[in-house]
């Protein structure tokens, strides 16, 4: 063969390859071409948006690099193709009537990526980095519901990130410390995130960002997550400001000891097998059956390193992120979690003195927060309270008395078709409002009440303006609508019922008992999270 006729085989052969490795759009007038880090990009235009999906932000976490910190990722040749979601990461399904349930496209281990809607103008935009929520065991940012096109239409640029879920996310086992460089294991799913957050640093300028001006916004698990983001060291400096939508602050294992009348978390990782290499060498689904049937609870790990201590200790030493907060919860949490609801008597007098037996001295105060009148609703707000409600007083307290603008609200909008289900106001609720869908049932999952009447448009666009306006200056506001006073204005919240409307000092009683619940069960190492057992004074 001729030496012309290598060179032409040799380039077919390269060409094949690019094309086989980067397939590229289906047409190349709707491609937006950007070189980042790794290489060149391939989005698709969309009107006034450019939308990029499917991007690494590190390296696949398989086989060796299984349950080991995240690696930045490699380069690549060519243009990479942008146009479609990456896998969403290994989990198991949702049952299939749940409220919660989604068909998944594609689920893999190989599944650190992320995806942005960016304004075509775009110049120091502000970034806002969404974290999806599913107990930290499922969810994805392929979801429709988290489209990003209404932030970005308003200015922002928008990224939603894929991170680790379940026994991939969150086994701590002596195994892993014991080949970890530090000594630790747990909280990869949070390292993750972290990872994502760092290339959005080092990359959204590309696409017209300001990464001095990224927040990280989420919802259940994503909020849970954002407020260990808070107490982790390793992420001062990441994000500038925090949108926290249904958190929760319950006590979680210390690596290699028990706490809190918890196990380590150690210990919960050898109840799936001894020999971490025998669990590193199943496959996929064999890992995610065995931890099903193992019950494993997905949750952070107190490390001493990437968390150094409970997230209440962190806050109560002021050493947590200092930075403006947006956070609140749902009137009705619970109706869609009623499996939290404690075991009580359903008749008045028994209600009361099971009351009295379990709470002592402020028994009082629960049953006026919690009276005998109602006793279903009282275990539906008690719950929430013990849950949600005083998580996110909580957070909006302490972070304002570290000089920090923080605000507060309660979502309480119920409409015909949650009513309908006895949904109103259910956890979750509020995404299609704080997405801009409420009318827009073809990005909801398939059992979602769907609310679409104008009284809910209107909600849903007060309600994206604020975030987004928050996420821009750090001062949640509309046009024409009522202003939002901080936290500190008098115990200040925003109730997004009919329309939004300003309320003082609202929680103040019930977080007043839920923190002395709280402060009484952490003194006498007890776990605070929907906790039963009597309650002790502390030891003097």
Same mark, same amino acid.
């Given at each position: 063969m001729g030496a012309i006729a290598v060179?032409?085989?040799?380039?077919?052969?390269?060409?094949? /390859? !690019?094309?086989?490795?980067?397939?590229?759009?289906?047409?190349?007038?709707?491609?937006?071409?950007?070189?980042? /880090?790794?290489?060149?990009?391939?989005?698709?235009? =969309?009107? =006034?948006?450019?939308?990029?999906?499917?991007?690494?932000?590190?390296l696949p976490p398989v086989g060796e690099r299984r349950w080991r910190p995240p690696a930045a990722p490699r380069p690549w040749r060519g243009i990479f193709d942008a146009s479609a979601f990456g896998a969403s990461c290994a989990q198991p399904p949702y049952p299939a009537n749940s409220v919660y349930f989604e068909a998944l496209a594609a689920t893999s281990e190989d599944c650190l990526t992320l995806n942005i809607w960016a304004p075509k103008d775009a110049r120091d935009a502000a970034v806002i980095v969404w974290i999806h929520g599913g107990g930290l065991q499922r969810g994805t940012s392929a979801s429709p519901m988290y489209d990003g096109a209404e932030y970005a239409r308003r200015g922002i640029i928008f990224v939603s990130i894929n991170y680790r879920l379940g026994i991939f996310g969150w086994l701590a086992h002596p195994g892993l410390s014991a080949a970890s460089p530090e000594g630790i294991s747990g909280n990869y799913g949070l390292l993750d995130q972290i990872a994502a957050l760092t290339?959005?640093?080092?990359?959204?300028?590309?696409?017209?960002?300001?990464?001095?001006?990224?927040?990280?916004?989420?919802?259940?698990?994503? /909020?849970?997550? !954002?407020?260990?983001?808070?107490?982790?060291?390793?992420?001062?400096?990441?994000?500038?400001?925090?949108?926290?939508?249904?958190?929760?602050?319950?006590?979680?294992?210390?690596?290699?000891?028990?706490?809190?009348?918890?196990?380590?978390?150690?210990?919960?990782?050898t109840m799936l097998?001894?020999?971490?290499?025998?669990?590193?060498?199943?496959?996929?689904?064999?890992?995610?059956?065995?931890?099903?049937?193992?019950?494993?609870?997905?949750?952070?790990?107190? =490390?001493?390193?990437?968390?150094?201590?409970?997230?209440?200790?962190?806050?109560?030493?002021?050493?947590?992120?200092?930075?403006? !907060?947006?956070?609140?919860?749902?009137?009705?949490?619970?109706?869609?979690?009623?499996?939290?609801?404690?075991?009580?008597?359903?008749?008045?007098?028994?209600?009361?003195?099971?009351?009295?037996?379990?709470y002592g001295q402020l028994a009082p105060a629960y049953l006026k927060l919690y009276p005998a009148s109602d006793i279903e609703e009282s275990q539906l707000t008690a719950t929430r309270d013990a849950v949600y409600g005083w998580a996110s007083e909580r957070l909006v307290r302490q972070q304002s008395a570290a000089g920090q603008p923080a605000y507060s609200y309660i979502f309480d909008h119920c409409y015909e078709a949650a009513r309908a289900r006895d949904l109103c106001n259910f956890h979750a609720g509020e995404l299609p409002f704080s997405f801009g869908r409420a009318g827009?049932?073809?990005?909801?999952?398939?059992?979602?009440?769907?609310?679409?009447?104008?009284?809910?448009?209107?909600?849903?666009?007060?309600?994206? =303006?604020?975030?987004?306006?928050?996420?821009?200056?750090?001062?949640?506001?509309?046009?024409?609508?009522?202003?939002?006073?901080?936290?500190?204005?008098?115990?200040?919240?925003?109730?997004?019922?009919?329309?939004?409307?300003?309320?003082?000092?609202?929680?103040?009683?019930?977080? /007043?008992?839920?923190?002395?619940?709280?402060?009484?069960?952490?003194?006498?190492?007890?776990?605070?999270?929907?906790?039963?057992?009597?309650?002790?004074?502390?030891?003097?």
């Open positions: 060179r032409i085989v040799a380039c077919i052969v390269a060409l094949i /390859a !690019i094309i086989s490795s980067t397939p590229s759009p289906a047409s190349s007038q709707s491609r937006s071409i950007l070189q980042i /880090a790794q290489g060149r990009i391939a989005g698709l235009s =969309d009107g =006034d948006l450019n939308v990029f999906k499917g991007i690494a932000y590190a290339w959005v640093r080092d990359n959204i300028g590309t696409f017209g960002g300001d990464s001095r001006n990224v927040t990280v916004m989420g919802e259940s698990a994503g /909020a849970l997550s !954002i407020t260990y983001l808070l107490a982790s060291p390793r992420a001062h400096g990441l994000f500038a400001k925090a949108i926290i939508q249904s958190t929760n602050i319950r006590a979680v294992p210390r690596l290699a000891e028990s706490a809190f009348g918890l196990p380590s978390a150690e210990a919960i990782g097998g001894q020999d971490i290499d025998a669990l590193r060498a199943l496959d996929t689904d064999s890992l995610i059956d065995k931890a099903v049937q193992a019950h494993f609870p997905a949750q952070p790990t107190i =490390d001493g390193n990437i968390l150094p201590a409970q997230v209440v200790d962190v806050f109560d030493r002021r050493e947590q992120v200092k930075v403006p !907060i947006l956070t609140g919860f749902n009137s009705g949490e619970i109706r869609s979690q009623r499996a939290l609801i404690p075991a009580t008597p359903s008749e008045p007098a028994a209600y009361e003195a099971e009351i009295r037996r379990r827009s049932d073809d990005h909801l999952p398939p059992n979602w009440p769907v609310p679409g009447d104008a009284a809910d448009r209107a909600l849903s666009a007060a309600m994206i =303006d604020y975030w987004t306006s928050f996420a821009a200056t750090g001062v949640p506001s509309v046009a024409a609508g009522m202003a939002w006073p901080p936290f500190s204005d008098g115990s200040a919240r925003m109730r997004f019922a009919e329309i939004p409307v300003v309320e003082h000092g609202q929680a103040d009683n019930m977080f /007043a008992f839920q923190e002395q619940l709280m402060i009484r069960r952490r003194c006498n190492g007890e776990q605070w999270f929907i906790n039963m057992d009597p309650v002790e004074p502390c030891p003097r």
